[in-house]
């Protein structure tokens, strides 16, 4: 076991790997059940119940970064995390992607409109994925957000990322977010790629 997580991960053998993944679909639909219900409190005091005993479960199993399959399963479209919501890539290059996602209600700000908090986490997601295609590791320098109009929950949005220009370690992306015709955000950002011994 390496403590360098930027160290190839240790992936799963393929029936631990897709049980793991079922298991982080589950916890996504909890986080929008939970999100979207209003249990009185004996039952929210049972599931909290519940909920801990599955936690302690799976403390157990604990592991150090460089081998959570958590965040680390790429052939999945939500990498097997359910933080970032999960991105449908329809076309993928080293300069430029499309694809879908849905926002739910996990995500929703208020009155109907996503978190604005959301947005940027997809765009780095994006960006970020598009940034180390076919290049060394990199990080977000800056990521800014135009919010157009309102990004609504429970619809497919269409995104999109470019490469625009890459100067020394300096990659500069752009892209949008949009509802149909509707453009809903726009983004642009600079991934540095990172030097020797850089986290
Ligand atoms: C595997 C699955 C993929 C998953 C996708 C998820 C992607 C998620 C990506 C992330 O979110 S990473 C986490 C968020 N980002 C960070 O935590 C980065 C924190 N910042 C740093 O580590 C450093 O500031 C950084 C590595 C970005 C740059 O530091 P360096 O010391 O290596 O760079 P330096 O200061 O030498 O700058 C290099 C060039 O970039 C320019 N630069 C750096 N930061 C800038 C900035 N903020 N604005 C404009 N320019 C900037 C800087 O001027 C310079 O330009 P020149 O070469 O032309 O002189």
Redesign the pocket.
Known sequence: MTSSAWAAQTLADQETGTAFEHLIGSLRGLQDSVTSTRPPAEVALAIAAELRAVAHRLDEFGVGEADQLA??Q?DYPG?SQAC?PVLDHTAQSADEVRGTLQLSRFHLGRNGAAHGGVIPLVF??I???L??TDRPR??????HVDYREITPIGRRLDFTGRVERV????IFVTGSLADGDAVVAEADA??????EG??
Request: glycine share 14%; aromatic share 10%.
């Open positions: 965040g680390a790429m990498r970032v780095d997601e960006f970020g994925r940034a180390g990199c990080r977000t320098a800056f990521l100067d020394g370690r300096k600079l991934f540095v790629v990172l030097r850089q986290p």
